[in-house]
């Protein structure tokens, strides 16, 4: 049997309750306290009432009036005191969480955000999260202090008339049917614009992100109006519910007043009568005037709680997605130094049930550089991702010094593997944190050596603060040959085993090319190296390149070897000879 929705939620929520909750018990220790002495004061009013008309004293008034200013006293404090703890513990949650959502998106995979848009998962992390927070918050809050606030109320009335008390509570099976059918309304309307949020998110952020791309395609006008559909929808599904909130809250107020005029009826009649004092017909009035609050404040809370609870399960699918790289319960040690061999054993690797890699065998001596050429597509940025463990074969075996990569854990892994991605990111920060990244420690004269190692000095020279100078996003303000050259600064900062660049000099020119092959060359020395291009003159001094195509190894050997065989990589080196040639004529 599924579990109801409500017991879903609090299963997932405890969790981040239970390191607060002795918290939330003196928060709750005071709520209770404060809705004790809010019911204490209409009993105060009734014996006030009928002790003074059945004879007038100033000291019974004084007294009276004292004990309702200290019932007041009390309600106020135990009120302050229950809002502190309670809703300040919401923010902790909302902390706690905000922190496990980053920490699992740093875990994940590519291939979740593959399926995940980045507006998608902004929205839950923020508007969802927000709402959680409302739930946890004001919403438990006052849920708790409704029904208490009502069954207090609804006993002391019982006490003093059961008659009346029923006919009061005539509007209450009505009150219960609009909560059930409104609340089920508002949680399903609140799921589908929690989802349109997503995608507004999600249109923005990829607007922000390709504005260039868009104005050289003049496309303003054209994103300009699919984000205003988007928008439109939203507004809609939002007018959808404030239709049923619009609806929910004055029917409830309706059936308040309902509520004072029988009360109001029924108890001028039992006045009339001599059947109830009129201390206790003003107290009966006062317990209906606390009970406003709660039948109102009930549709706000479950307002609140479908919100929440539908914001929890959006969060959830987040926090419950499992990573495909994970790390052994217990992983195998690497040797101290390591010495970087990599070797794959008969791999491949599926995409969408297409094999981008197909079979792959190939050894890599340690301290050796080695380069894999081929067509787009043919499936090199797949090899490579493979050895800092990226991503896992569907079959097959890859190897760091001998042992399987999913014997060892993965950040102890790409500690000894600098890693120049095809595509260069940088952060919105200075160069030299940039630089720094995978080696936080490192002192500046080291940032500056692995700058100079990869030709990035020069240019740094010129910039007007140096290695503070702070970089727009995504590195904007740098050119994409600096962006890569960055990048495999950062990658040689940290000293490792093993270089891996895929494509990473695709940015610049020959000219700068060789200045920065010429800087690799002592950085790469007794370092096992790897690199993808599409440049012969990049690979050309390699001990062993490997031809892919078609996810397949279909040649390997040195320069000379493979220009003698006469085959793809021979073909590539005289189209780009002849290339180079025009070049020179033009």
């Given at each position: 049997m599924k579990p109801s929705p409500f017991r879903e939620t609090l299963t997932i929520a405890w969790p981040y309750l239970r390191p607060y909750r002795w918290g939330l018990l003196a928060g709750f220790a005071s709520l209770i306290l404060k809705v004790m002495a809010a019911t204490v004061v209409p009993l105060i009013l009734r014996d006030g009432f009928d002790t003074l008309l059945a004879g007038f004293d100033f000291d019974k008034l004084w007294r009276f009036a004292a004990l309702i200013l200290i019932a007041s006293l009390v309600r106020g404090a135990a009120q302050y005191y229950m809002r502190l703890k309670l809703v300040s513990i919401s923010r902790d949650v909302e902390f706690d969480i905000r922190n496990d959502i980053f920490a699992q998106l740093t875990r994940l995979s590519a291939d979740f955000f593959q399926s995940m848009r980045t507006g998608d998962i902004m929205a839950r992390s923020t508007n969802d999260l927000n709402q959680v927070r409302m739930m946890l918050g004001p919403g438990v809050m006052y849920w708790t202090e409704?029904?208490?606030?009502?069954?207090?109320?609804?006993?002391?009335?019982?006490?003093?008339?059961?008659?009346?008390?029923?006919?009061?509570?005539?509007?209450?099976?009505?009150?219960?049917?609009?909560?059930?059918?409104?609340?089920?309304?508002?949680?399903?309307?609140?799921?589908?614009?929690?989802?349109?949020?997503?995608?507004?998110?999600?249109?923005?952020?990829?607007?922000?992100?390709?504005?260039?791309?868009?104005?050289?395609?003049?496309?303003?006008?054209?994103?300009?109006?699919?984000?205003?559909?988007?928008?439109?929808?939203?507004?809609?599904?939002n007018m959808g519910l404030v239709r049923d909130t619009g609806m929910f809250y004055p029917l409830l107020q309706a059936l308040v007043g309902l509520t004072f005029l029988l009360v109001m009826w029924a108890g001028g009649w039992r006045l009339a009568e001599g059947r109830i004092t009129l201390g206790g017909f003003v107290m009966f009035q006062s317990y209906m005037g606390m009970l406003i609050?709660?039948?109102?404040?009930?549709?706000?809370?479950?307002?609140?709680?479908?919100?929440?609870?539908?914001?929890?399960?959006r969060i959830r699918e987040i926090l419950d997605a499992h990573p495909a790289i994970t790390r052994p319960v217990s992983p195998r040690a690497l040797p101290e130094p390591p010495r970087g061999e990599l070797r794959l054993e008969n791999v491949s690797v599926i995409f969408g049930g297409v094999r981008a890699l197909d079979g792959v065998t190939m050894t890599i001596p340690a301290g050796a550089a080695a380069a894999v050429v081929g067509h787009t597509g043919s499936g090199k940025s797949t090899l490579l991702q493979l050895f800092p463990r990226l991503l896992d074969p569907a079959s097959g075996r890859v190897f760091f010094d001998g042992i399987d990569l999913r014997d060892l854990d993965p950040r102890a892994l790409r500690r000894y593997i600098g890693f120049v991605p095809q595509e260069s990111f940088l952060f919105s920060s200075t160069l030299a944190e940039n630089i720094r990244l995978g080696a936080p420690d490192a002192s500046r004269s080291e940032i500056e050596a692995a700058a100079e190692k990869a030709g990035l000095a020069g240019d740094i020279a010129g910039f007007p603060q140096g290695y503070e100078t702070v970089l727009g996003e995504r590195g904007i303000t740098l050119s994409g040959g600096q962006k890569q050259r960055t990048s495999i600064a950062r990658a040689l900062l940290p000293d490792p085993a093993v270089l891996i660049l895929d494509d990473a000099l695709s940015a610049v020119d020959t000219i700068t090319e060789e200045r920065i092959l010429h800087h690799l060359a002592d950085a790469v020395r007794g370092r096992t190296s790897l690199f993808v291009s599409h440049r012969v003159s990049t690979v050309k001094d390699c001990d062993v390149i490997f031809v892919l195509d078609q996810g397949k190894i279909r040649e390997q050997g040195t320069h000379a070897e493979l220009i003698a065989r006469g085959g793809y990589y021979a073909e590539l080196h005289r189209k780009q000879l002849l290339e180079e040639e025009l070049e020179k004529v033009s």
């Open positions: 409704t029904v208490l606030t009502t069954l207090l109320a609804v006993t002391v009335m019982v006490g003093v008339d059961w008659e009346l008390t029923l006919i009061a509570l005539i509007p209450a099976p009505l009150v219960s049917v609009a909560v059930v059918y409104f609340g089920q309304r508002i949680h399903k309307r609140f799921e589908t614009i929690q989802s349109q949020f997503s995608d507004i998110s999600s249109r923005a952020q990829e607007n922000m992100s390709g504005a260039r791309i868009v104005r050289a395609y003049a496309q303003e006008q054209a994103e300009i109006d699919k984000f205003a559909a988007l928008n439109r929808d939203y507004i809609q599904a609050w709660p039948m109102i404040a009930f549709g706000w809370v479950i307002n609140l709680t479908q919100r929440g609870m539908a914001s929890l399960k």
